[in-house]
């Protein structure tokens, strides 16, 4: 599968790309993945060195209980850290459902919207639109920061998942001439059993013929399904990590999203021996 960028192709017919995460918040749920923004493109640069194809820079925790913070803070703290990036040639995305944030974000050099809101907003297809930008769309019920408080029971969380997607593609290129990427949207208001469902879902979402990003490292639904609660500060979080997103590959994911590169690129590489 060949990822178009505005200046960058970036070729996963063959392996497995990953988006390494670098989070310049207060109050991320994983505590070392906070960094300030002035350390921040040195942590980034030495993900890329790892092994990390793109690198996701956020600021708005999407935690229930997070701070909140106005856009403004938000470009403030995102945009060094990604125009530094872009003068390396390195592949940036950000991380936001907010729109004017993209908007004023995008001029540093961005290449790509990871929009958790599942980009139902209109104001967000007119900034991709206008800096040529493709947009990652997950699926969630709600809002960010209020997802917990909506009605998280499923008739059918495969089939609500796929068609949620599926619109939304068809909504985002229609009105924007950009590529849409996918995520399911694994822990956000969603059951230990829910995720296992997406996870062995996959492989229709595949269908949809869109770059499939998954996004589950040392999320707290890991912690649930090792019996641990829900924490996100338990040690074996990132095995856990590591073998779910293991099994998700092989299930047809494109982009693995995670906070530790090392680990990640060492098992992709074994992982995609089989493609």
Known sequence: MLLQFRNQTLDLSQRTGIMGIVNVSDDSPIAFSRVRSDKAIARAIKMRQDGADIIDIGAHSTATKAYSISPEEE????????????KEGIITSVDTWTPSVAKNVAPAGLHLINDVSGAQDLEMHKVAKEFSLPICIMHMRGLPKLHREVNQEYDDIENEVFDFLRASII????NTGQQAWIDPGFGFGKSAGDNLTLLKGLPRLRTLDRPILVSASRKGFLSELMMQGDS????????????????????????????????????ISIIDTEK
């Open 232 to 267: 996100q500060d338990t040690e074996e979080l990132l095995s856990a990590t590591l073998a779910f997103n293991a099994l998700a590959v092989l299930k047809g994911a494109n982009i693995i999203r995670v906070h530790d590169v090392p680990a990640a690129h060492a098992m």
């Open 75 to 86: 470009v403030s703290r995102i945009y060094p850290v990604v125009q530094a990036l872009a």
């Open 171 to 174: 909504s985002f290129e229609n």
